[in-house]
């Protein structure tokens, strides 16, 4: 995986407007994720609870969660996902990255919802 390019390819990714069908693409990519799995899933509900308004975020974390959600549903990124396993380890990689970008306001969801860490994956199964 080239890393810069990768990184490049997301960052750029936080101008775009993220759709309800990137979404449901998304949640058809999730199995490919591997441990990154539950993480995006819960991408996917913090981004689902600031559009219906229960969760207040930021531009800042808007971008970063849609950046990392477009990156995984594009099928031609740093490495295209056609390419047999190589080819999610960079969206890997992206969702690991935006995690770890988010830090405080992904506590703070976690918060909200009352989940602690060890409890989000039974969470999020229910969400999506």
């Known amino acids: 995986m080239n890393r810069n390019k990768a990184e490049k390819k997301y960052d750029s990714y936080k101008r775009k407007k993220l759709s309800n069908a990137d979404v449901a693409v998304a949640k058809e990519k999730l199995g490919k994720l591997g441990e990154q799995k539950e993480n995006f899933r819960l991408l996917l509900n913090m981004v689902k609870d600031s559009w219906d308004g229960s969760f207040k975020l930021d531009k800042w974390a808007i971008a970063i969660i849609t950046a990392a959600i477009i990156y995984v549903v594009a099928p031609v990124d740093a490495v295209p996902d056609f390419a047999p396993i190589v080819g999610w380890l960079d969206d890997i990689g992206i969702v ?14 976690r918060a909200f919802k009352n989940v602690a860490f060890t409890e989000t994956e039974t969470y999020v199964e229910n969400q999506f």
Not at 96 to 109: F, R
């Open 96 to 109: 690991s990255l935006a995690i770890a970008q988010l830090g405080k306001v992904v506590d703070d969801y």
